[in-house]
């Protein structure tokens, strides 16, 4: 079975999004205060949710095509620009440690990828 | 355990850049809240892998109604004809149990992020791949095999040396 790029890019764009989806949890959560008014109003926890359902309809759309021992694995992709963002946008440090693990887990999933097939 | 994680602090401030400061929420959480919001998300892959089974089992019974039948379904005096599908969805325990479960992760995961760091917390999203792999042989039995091993292995590696950076 070959995997169309469509799917590819679907399953690449949804992680993309679920990314951006943490970042706006992450924002949401700083002030967090867990009254209805507030959370309400917590519009950056509103942009996070969305970004995750809009994230799970385009990883719907490029699953639904293509090799899932491909398609699987570039989910963890996400990570990378979740580790991006984390240090452009909170200022968090990028340590060896850090960038260590996420390598470790992107390998880890890769092989689970392979182990589907 | 906590000696060997101060040493290793002052490499967290060497790859800062230079003039930056820490985020104030990470700042002000207590080694103890970072902690506990580490193990909200291995709590939360507990969930959505659970939740992605049940999901899974839901679609498997969907999938036996031929596309576009539609049901007669009557509520008190008020009479409907409404999609099969729609019907079977709404009243598919496994998927609402499924979905229950997924909204209760998002509130832990949210719950989570506000003492710990994101470039710590997200990655560990990675051990639910490690949840589905092995319900996936006991609920679907799927085949065990070197790579799904070695996957699970390295997985677990990388989301403990997350754990160490991000307990301290």
Do not use: C
């Amino acid at each position: 079975m070959t995997t169309p790029m469509s799917s590819i890019a679907l399953v690449n764009v949804a992680s993309f999004i679920g990314s951006l989806g943490a970042v706006g949890l992450k924002a949401g959560a700083k002030n967090l205060k867990l009254t209805i008014p507030a959370l309400a109003t917590n519009w950056k926890l509103h942009a996070g949710i969305a970004g995750y359902l809009l994230s799970s309809i385009f990883f719907m759309l490029g699953l639904k095509h293509g090799d899932l021992s491909v398609l699987y694995p570039m989910v963890s992709v996400g990570y990378v620009w979740t580790m991006i963002w984390a240090k452009v946008l909170f200022g968090e440090p990028l340590t060896k440690a850090k960038v260590g693990a996420l390598a470790l887990i992107l390998v880890g999933v890769g092989l689970l990828g392979l182990g589907i097939s | 355990m906590s000696a060997t994680l101060e040493q290793t602090m002052p490499e967290e401030i060497l790859d800062a850049p230079a003039g930056s400061t820490p985020p104030k929420s990470a700042a002000q959480s207590t080694p103890e809240q970072k902690r506990k919001a580490l193990w909200m998300v291995v709590a939360f892959t507990l969930l959505a892998s659970v939740a992605q089974v049940l999901y899974k089992m839901g679609a498997n019974a969907l999938n036996k109604i031929p596309a576009g039948s539609m049901v007669d379904v009557t509520l008190g005096s008020a009479h409907f004809h409404i999609s099969a599908a729609l019907v079977a969805v709404a009243t598919n325990v496994p998927m609402i149990v499924g979905l229950t479960l997924y909204g209760m992760g998002a509130v832990m995961m949210v719950l989570a992020l506000q003492h710990g760091e994101l470039s710590v917390l997200y990655p560990i999203i990675s051990l639910s791949y490690v949840w589905v792999a092995i319900l996936s042989v006991l609920v679907f039995h799927e085949q065990v095999n070197a790579f799904r091993i070695g996957g699970i292995a390295v997985i677990i590696a990388g989301v403990a040396v997350l754990g160490k950076s991000g307990s301290r």
